[in-house]
């Protein structure tokens, strides 16, 4: 989940759930760079970067080998992204 709500909680409950938080000797701080980028800015950002996203996988439902599926909500978010960002998806699909 990355909403930023989300985030707030979980790094709230990661301070009250954990030593460090609890001994107040570091207080947990979770960095969310990319939170307000689109999926396609991501990307872009990522190739510029040199990630491979061939190495790389959303989806929720993945078959056996691997493959994503190509329904599922981040399986959709990322054929979006990679269409509005002009770039090829190097993602192998089973559907």
Do not use: Q, W
């Amino acid at each position: 989940d990355c909403r930023p709500a989300f985030i707030l909680a979980f790094e709230k409950m990661a301070n009250l759930a954990t030593k460090t938080g609890l001994t107040k000797e570091i207080k947990l701080k979770i960095e969310t760079p990319l939170i307000h980028l689109s999926k396609a800015k991501i990307i872009k950002t990522g190739i510029k970067l040199g990630v491979d996203y061939a190495l790389t996988l959303s989806c929720y439902d993945p078959d056996e080998k691997g493959r994503s599926c190509g329904r599922c909500d981040s399986c959709l978010h990322r054929i979006k992204g990679f269409k509005e960002a002009g770039i090829c998806d190097p993602t192998p699909y089973y559907l």
